[in-house]
């Protein structure tokens, strides 16, 4: 059975810092390319950052030079640094497979305040 299991997020004011995890089981992670998106309110999911088994990496161009996504494949997690945040950051954040095929988890509420 897939899960993924988002977890990290919280309020924080603009500027900040927040790193959120998934940890997912029910799958060969190593081997799966993952992905971080957002929701936010009245918006289309996008996807925001992703990363290839062997750790390439790719990012919307709202979140260059701030958020950084990487993985432990030990530890079955994909992670999202996020640095400098804006207020336009607010969302719930999800991770899933780099073409979203998987289970949807609950995601992770990140409020940035100005």
């Known amino acids: 059975q897939v899960q993924l299991v988002e977890s990290g997020g919280g309020l924080v004011q603009a500027g900040g810092s927040l790193r959120l995890s998934c940890v997912a089981s029910?799958?060969?992670?190593?081997?799966?390319?993952m992905a971080w998106y957002r929701q936010a309110p009245g918006k289309q999911r996008e996807l925001v950052a992703g990363i290839t088994s062997d750790g390439s990496t790719n990012y919307v161009d709202s979140v260059k030079g701030r958020f950084t996504i990487s993985r432990d494949n030990a530890k079955n997690t994909v992670y999202l640094q996020m640095n400098s945040l804006k207020p336009e950051d607010t969302a719930v954040y999800l991770c899933?497979?780099?073409?979203?095929?998987?289970?949807w988890g609950q995601g992770t509420q990140v409020t940035v305040s100005s």
């Open positions: 029910g799958i060969i992670f190593r081997i799966k390319a």
């Open positions: 899933n497979g780099l073409r979203a095929l998987l289970p």
